[in-house]
T-cell receptor, first 114, second 110 residues
Framework: EPEVTQTPSHQVTQMGQEVILRCVPISNHLYFYWYRQILGQKVEFLVSFYNNEISEKSEIFDDQFSVERPDGSNFTLKIRSTKLEDSAMYFC????????????FGSGTRLTVV | RKEVEQDPGPFNVPEGATVAFNCTYSNSASQSFFWYRQDCRKEPKLLMSVYSSGNEDGRFTAQLNRASQYISLLIRDSKLSDSATYLCVVTGGGYNKLIFGAGTRLAVHP
């Protein structure tokens, strides 16, 4: 079964450092997403990406965040200057169509900011 | 009002029990509705989509009431492997942004 692959599985970084979280979506999927889940809290939408541009973003996705699809396979989330409150599990997802059915989530990257 | 509200639980039930989860959502423009399952520190996994006509998948039955903006999930004959957090999920104003409830934790014991 096709998978969404995320690397690394766990990243520890110092406050103020830049981090890049990487994702390889399913190859024939056209829509890409990032969600995050702070420990003990709900899963929250960050951003959706289609046709090489952001289609929607949440209030959480401020100027510190950016996304990129640098080549035909990777989809990255960059946090420019990490804060303690950025510590969370970050899930990448992809879908074949604009409908919400058919989402596949990656296994997540646990980001710890110290 | 929260966008998606669920009972926080936990629900502790013996094997074989029937358990029901409830959920309400605030955005009447939501188009699609789902139940996801999340195991501890893992990604959410789609359990089933929810339709107005109701739908069943084995031991799982989901119902949607658009008028009252209410979604339910019934699990019959609970198994130990059903222990997880059950997430009620709806789409946002667009088609494909998912809005998650905080989840209801289920613990099934022998």
């Amino acid at each position: 079964e096709p998978e969404v692959t995320q690397t690394p599985s766990h990243q520890v970084t110092q406050m103020g450092q830049e981090v890049i979280l990487r994702c390889v979506p399913i190859s024939n999927h056209l829509y890409f997403y990032w969600y995050r889940q702070i420990l003990g809290q709900k899963v929250e939408f960050l951003v959706s990406f289609y046709n090489n541009e952001i289609s929607e973003k949440s209030e959480i996705f401020d100027d510190q965040f950016s996304v990129e699809r640098p080549d035909g396979s990777n989809f990255t989330l960059k946090i420019r200057s990490t804060k303690l409150e950025d510590s969370a599990m970050y899930f990448c997802a992809s879908s074949e169509s604009a409908r919400a059915t058919g989402y596949t989530f990656g296994s997540g990257t646990r980001l710890t900011v110290v | 009002r929260k966008e998606v509200e669920q009972d926080p639980g936990p629900f502790n039930v013996p094997e074989g029990a029937t358990v029901a989860f409830n959920c309400t959502y605030s955005n009447s423009a939501s188009q699609s509705f789902f139940w996801y399952r999340q195991d501890c520190r893992k990604e959410p996994k789609l359990l089933m989509s929810v339709y107005s006509s109701g739908n069943e998948d084995g031991r799982f039955t989901a119902q949607l009431n658009r008028a009252s903006q209410y979604i339910s999930l019934l699990i019959r004959d609970s198994k130990l492997s059903d222990s997880a957090t059950y997430l009620c999920v709806v789409t946002g104003g667009g088609y494909n942004k998912l809005i998650f409830g905080a989840g209801t934790r289920l613990a099934v014991h022998p």
